[in-house]
Nanobody
Framework: QVQLVESGGGLVQAGGSLGLTCAASGRTLYAMGWFRQAPGKERDFVAA???????YYRDSVKGRFSISRNNALNTMFLQMNSLKPEDTAVYYC?????????????????WGQGIQVTVSS
């Protein structure tokens, strides 16, 4: 059983920055990532990272968001810069013991509870 706990969300003005952290406990995780869900919309992929450090991003966050992880601490980070109002959403940490495709495709085995990120205009 894997437990994922997000932290670091909050309210920020457009153009500002926020950092999210996901702390994982349980078995070894190979793929980790972030999804987000805005009100009234579907949950969308944001970014993913393999244990070796291969990274994937949705097009709309490339150049603004940066995903990283610390394998020794079983922790993942999402640094979000140049935030826009359309980045407002609940952000979910995800993880899977298999290939990164499980996260990118939206079928990871574990999900966090989610954390709110609000960007004001």
């Amino acid at each position: 059983q894997v437990q994922l706990v997000e932290s670091g969300g909050g309210l920020v003005q457009a153009g500002g920055s926020l950092g999210l952290t996901c702390a994982a406990s349980g078995r070894t995780l190979y793929a980790m990532g972030w999804f987000r869900q805005a009100p009234g919309k579907e949950r969308d992929f944001v970014a993913a990272i393999s244990r070796e450090g291969t990274k994937y991003y949705r097009d709309s966050v490339k150049g603004r968001f940066s995903i990283s992880r610390n394998n020794a601490l079983n922790t993942m980070f999402l640094q979000m810069n140049s935030l826009k109002p359309e980045d407002t959403a609940v952000y979910y940490c995800t993880a899977d013991g298999g290939p990164i495709s499980a996260v990118v495709d939206g079928t990871p085995s574990s999900w966090g509870q989610g954390i709110q990120v609000t960007v004001s205009s």
